[in-house]
């Protein structure tokens, strides 16, 4: 049983749905302790962009709020934490993190998303075997991962390259030994594997675990639903063992944003 889950969205983000009222009594009657709130960060965009995948800036103060009061009436049952799964971009990173700090705030993941970023980047999930957009993808996110801010990095396999394996090693291997210098633990998406995405891969996590770093189960709830044991998902078990994944209670040190 695992006592956390750090990766959760709101229908803020356009793409998910129920409450967050929703989300914690999944979180509980699963046997949750811990519940973290991390939606799609807004981004100080330039005027006129207005991206179809994240919450406004303007919905900053009602996501905290309600998050507050949840968090206040639902203590005696389970501990909610308030964080953002971020989209580092060197651009907008430190005007984003300013105006985060402005509200109450447990934690920050890293979902590297598109490289370099939303406005005039490419997209990671795209089909690609392009050698210099996986290399771009795995610099850009360890330049994220080198401001010692992140809790964690989601879904780390998002690059959905169909290339070469060992060009695929070549450039991954870097990003878990980042990882595994900076401490930062690696995702396992439960979304992606029920959804039956290109991620979570066994390419990447049979390699991964090689070099030994932390892990962490992420729900990626998108919906209510999505919250779940690992045993209550089926084969999700069997994909940790093949791969040598081990993740304890998966509850994980957060880092302060001061």
Known sequence: MLAANYHTHTIRCKHAYGTEREYIEAAISEGFKILG?????????????????????SELYDYTDTLVKLRDEYKDEIQILIGYEVEYTEKYFETLIKELKKY???????????VEDEVDGFYSGSLTDSEERLKAYVDFTIEGMNTG?????????????????????LHMSRLVRAAVDLNIPL??????FVDHR????????????????????????????????????????????????????????IRSLE
Not at 149 to 169: E, M, S, V
Not at 187 to 192: K, P, Q, R, S, T
Not at 229 to 239: A, N, R, S, T, V
């Open 104 to 114: 109450p705030l447990d934690y920050i993941i890293q979902g590297q998303h598109y």
């Open 149 to 169: 801010l992140f809790t964690y990095l989601a879904h780390p396999d998002l690059i959905n390259f169909t290339g070469d394996d060992d060009i695929y090693r």
């Open 198 to 253: 290109w991620y979570p891969c066994d390419r990447f996590f049979r390699m991964a675990a090689e070099y030994h770093p932390k892990f962490v189960i992420g729900c990626d709830a998108h919906t209510p639903e999505i919250i779940r044991q690992p045993e209550h998902i089926k084969g999700f078990e069997d994909f940790l063992i093949r791969n040598g994944i081990k993740c304890g209670d998966n509850i994980i040190d």
């Open 37 to 57: 709130f991390s939606d799609h960060t807004p981004q100080p965009y330039p005027e006129g962009f207005r991206s179809g995948i994240r919450m406004d800036m």
């Open 187 to 192: 995702e396992i998406n439960v979304y992606g």
